[in-house]
Each structure stands twice: as C-alpha cells, then as structure tokens.
C-alpha cells in the first residue's frame, strides 16, 4: 500500500536487558529471532551500540530525550523525568505525527506519564497525579514496587528460575493485545469510519527478557537442551558492589544457573513472537511497507559472565544493545553492519532526519543517517554511559575507537582499560600496562570533561 502520507510511520520495538550477543546476527547459534532477524536483513545493524545508562530508568529517559542524564535533569534510578525536558514523541507530534506508546516507559512514578505521548495503552502508567502522601502516622501510603527489584538477591532470582508466565510477561501480552486493537483503530476504524490522521508513531515495549527468569515450558525445555550456564570467576583486577556476585557451586548450583540461562534465552524468543504478532497485524492492514522500523533494548544482561548478573556493569554484555533500524524504502542496500560506535541518544536526531523534522538545537545524540548511508567520514567515534545507582555509582565510562575505559568514582576499586579489537572478551585489563599509558591519559581526560 503507498502510503498518502509523506512521512513514514515509525514503529519502535523495545525491549528489556536484552544482552547483545543473543541473537543470530552475532554468531550465536541457539536462539531463534525471526521477527528481529528479518528486519536486520534489510536494515542497518549498530554492531557497537551502548546504552547511556546500564540500568532501566536512566536509560529509557537518555534515549528519549536524546542526552545524557545531565541534559535529562535527573540521574537517579527513580527519579521522573522532567516535564520541560523534550522527547521524541513531544518533538515529533510538533509536526504532525500521532505518538503512541504501548508497554513500558518507566516514567518512575511522577505525575507526569505521558511525556509526549499522546495516548498510552498497557499497565506501566503509574504515578500521584501531583497528589503527595498523607501526614498520617496512622496511615502509610504504599508505592509501587515493581516486581524482581530489590525484593532478594540475585541468588533468589537464580533459583527461582522456572517454567511460568512472569507478572512482566502477562502484562507484556496486554501491551500487544492492546497495540493489535489499537492499529486496527488508527488504520480502519471500522464503526465510524474515521482512520486516524497524520503519520503514526507507535513504540511496543516489552518487559522481557528482564527477571524474574521464566517463560513457558516448551521453550524452557528446548533451551535447556541447547544453552549451557556461564560458570566464571571474578576477574583479576576487579570489583563491583558484591550484590552481583554469584559463584555457581557455592551460591547456586550448576543446575539452577543452567535454568536461569534456560529461561532467559526463553523470554528472548518468547519476546520475538510478540513483536511478530505486531508485524503481522500491520501485514493485514496492508501498510507495513509504509514503515520505518526499530529495535532496541535498554541494556543487557551478565547471564554469568565473569561471575556476574544482572546488569549496572560497563562490561559489553551489559552496555553494549542490540540496535538496528530498518526502512528499505529509503535505505534500500540490504542487510548492513555499521562497526562506528554509537549511543541510543542518537535514536532522537536520527528519527527527525529520517521524518524531515527539524533537530532540537542541543542535543548530545547525532543522526545515524550518515552511517547508514555508507558516509562514516567525519564521525566522532566515541560514546559514554555512565551510573547513579548507590550500588555501582556514582561511575563512569567512555569507548573511543576500539578503547574502552571505566572507573568507578569515590571507590577503591581499580580502573579498567581494554583493547577490545584484541580482546574483545574483556580479559585483560590493560590499566597498568606500560604501553598504554597514553590511552589511559587521553581516556581520564574525557571522562574529567564528560562528568564536569
């Protein structure tokens, strides 16, 4: 269908702690991603795209906004955004596009929930509407605690691992479901004949793969039967809060960690066949062909890799995200592997030239369209994330080229530096190493700069 639009609609898929190598397009080969993998194959894939923040509030609000969590007005995990502060949605309904957003947002729980969007369908709109608590002894108002945060440690996440349908999967299921009947709505509105307006902006998020680790029974027995639990030590030369720590054999047990891995890769695929329920209502409707298309999630996940889980780390398995964006009506040459290092605070400027909006003056993201139209000369190759949180904050980190640096600020834990061309695992900590004393230098300043 030719859209009389002469915007495209935009739809954005997201989801949650979804580490970056768990996908076919980075060589592995036991998960299965159809609806992702299809879209990859004739759009752009951001092989080195990071998150701004390794942890889920902060990280949706920088991708947002387009900034770093400076420019957001807010660091902390649990901290609204600030209403003034301009989005992606409130941007581009300027100029016409109807904002949707289905699922997760995690707006934290300010009376602000919308933040641009026009219209919100799903259960993560939750705040005082401006109202405080009640001065009442007697009386304690309750807030929402989301489930799997802070209620027991990650070795209690890991064995609990198992066969099942999450509180964040069901409601997962009522975001879709509700997007499905909401595009049925926008495009046809068969009762009154009124079809929506204007171009569509529509994100679908996910609560997945995000603990509790569970997920249903067929795909749990088929992962168990093909994924194996990272079983590593701490690194040398390396610390973090102990909250991430688990040693298989004395915290866990081999088998539980194996199910958690299990479970994981489950909640992955299961999240795939939700955002293939998407594509294939907008097939029906005959106008996928009249969208740009994106996918992103938050940050990833340790899964056990070097003895840790959960994210809040600087390590790739937690800050680095898949990414890709797809329009092959514009950026027609296929399936693409863009290596420049990017930030999702590029997502912002990147949808406004790909709709012909003008970009907000200021912005820390830059477009994408250069890279994704093969034109790389002249980008600053180098992105920053950086973390608040009382566990693994205040810290920071900055990749340049191939160089990753990290320190974590007001701890004694030692500084990190890796070469990740020649180490792309992270083994080798190359902070004391003699012939990088330049790297570590340069890397300090810009980080000095950065946090100043």
Known sequence: MKSLNKKPHILIFIDDEHRPDILPIEGNPNIRTPTLDRFIAQGAYFRNAYTPSPICVPARQCFLTGNYLEKCGTRGYGIPLPSEVVTIPGHLSRYGYHPVAAGKM??????????????????????????????????????????????????????????????????DKYTVDGALMYLDEFFVDA????????????????????????????????????????????????????????????????????RATAAYYGMIEWADTQFGRVISKLEALNVLDDFVVVFLSDHGEMLGE????????????????????????????????????????????????????????????????????????????????????PLNGPSVMVKQDNMKYFRFEGRDWPEQLFNLDADPSENHNLIDNKAHVDDVKRLRAKVDNFMS
């Open 306 to 389: 070097k003895g840790l889980w959960e994210k809040q780390q600087y390590f790739d398995s937690s800050v680095r995200v898949p990414f890709f964006i797809s329009w092959p009506q514009k950026f027609n040459r296929g399936s693409s592997i863009i290596k420049e290092n990017v930030s999702l605070v590029d997502l912002f400027p990147t949808l406004c030239e790909i709709s012909e909006v003008p970009i907000p003056s200021g912005l820390d993201g830059r477009s994408l369209v250069p890279l994704m139209e093969g034109r790389p000369d002249g980008w600053s190759n180098e992105v920053y994330s950086e973390l608040y949180h």
């Open 191 to 258: 009762t009154y004949d009124r079809p929506g307006e204007g171009p569509l902006l529509l994100a679908v998020s996910l609560g997945c793969p995000h603990y509790p680790y569970q997920c249903p029974e067929e795909l749990f027995n088929y992962y168990m039967q093909r994924v194996k639990p990272r079983v590593e030590d701490l690194p040398e030369n390396f610390d973090c809060d102990n909250f991430f720590k688990i040693k298989v054999g004395k915290d866990v047990t081999y088998r539980e960690a194996h």
């Open 106 to 171: 995690h707006f934290a729980d300010g009376s602000d929930q919308m933040h641009g969007w026009y219209e919100r369908i799903g259960r993560d709109i939750r705040g005082r509407n401006g109202y405080e608590p009640a001065d009442d002894p007697l009386h304690k108002a309750i807030t929402f605690h989301e489930e799997g945060t802070g209620k027991w440690s990650q070795a209690k996440e890991i064995t609990n691992a198992r066969v099942g349908m999450s509180s964040f999967m069901k409601q």
